[in-house]
């Protein structure tokens, strides 16, 4: 059997003294990502590219962010060092009134049997690079975020444990990607607004004023939710 090119790790991007080295690799990545990538982010690499180093630090400082890594090692140690290569983001917990969306989305409403408690989170982000998919990185790297998420949250509440929610949203005709998630046990909820995505995502700063146009207003994103993992 040959031997692979590149061994892979994944893991959450501690939140220390290491931030302004990881947020350098994180701006590498992230960029690259939006170059060959457009369509795939709400962002563009116009508006990334110009951003100070400070802002890179502060996203992956950000109390309710958290950031995953998929970095490959190539199994030659001649070659090139470690790179990242893929990412996740958490993003949360986040307030009830956040999370809720209409009632013409079908989403269910967190709200609902208030007397159990609830911590509500929006995945996101998800991205490999072309080069190194097709090995099962991008179901990998969304199992570290939710093994930390889920094995984080348990115990609390007095020695209770919160019904966790993780949301994401998607195009529905990204077939892998939504086959990806529903063998992680995200289902089918609900349909979103454009609009609607941004500001789940943390990206309201990039909607125009004047949201009132079809583009912002038609429900044609899917609305995916982990209730249990």
């Not at 020695?159 to 195009?171: A, D, F």
């Amino acid at each position: 059997m040959s031997t692979p090119k590149y061994n892979y790790t994944f893991f959450r991007i501690p939140k220390d003294d290491t931030i302004p080295t990881s947020a350098q690799n994180y701006k590498q990545l992230r960029l690259h990502a939006l170059s060959i990538a457009p369509t795939s982010f709400s962002s563009t690499h116009q508006i990334e590219s110009t951003l100070p180093d400070t802002e890179w630090t502060h996203r992956l400082a950000a109390p309710n962010i958290e950031t995953f890594i998929c970095a490959a090692t190539p199994s030659n140690p001649d070659e090139e060092a470690t790179i990242w290569i893929g990412q996740l983001t958490l993003r949360g917990p986040l307030r009830h009134e956040e999370f809720i969306l209409p009632d013409e989305s079908g989403q269910p409403n967190p709200s609902a049997r208030s007397n159990i408690p609830r911590e509500l989170w929006q995945m996101l982000s998800l991205f490999t690079l072309p080069e190194h998919r097709g090995q099962g990185l991008g179901k990998r790297l969304c199992r570290e975020a939710l093994d930390y998420l889920f094995s984080d949250r348990r115990g609390k509440k007095g020695g209770g444990s919160p019904e966790v929610w993780v949301r994401l949203m998607v195009k529905p005709e990204n077939h892998a990607t939504v086959r990806l998630y529903r063998g992680l046990g995200f289902e089918n909820v609900g349909v979103c607004t454009l609009a609607e995505a941004l500001v789940a995502n943390g990206d309201e700063h990039l909607l125009p004023k004047d949201t009132s146009g079809e583009k912002y207003t038609t429900r044609s994103g899917l609305i995916m939710l982990l209730k249990d993992y």
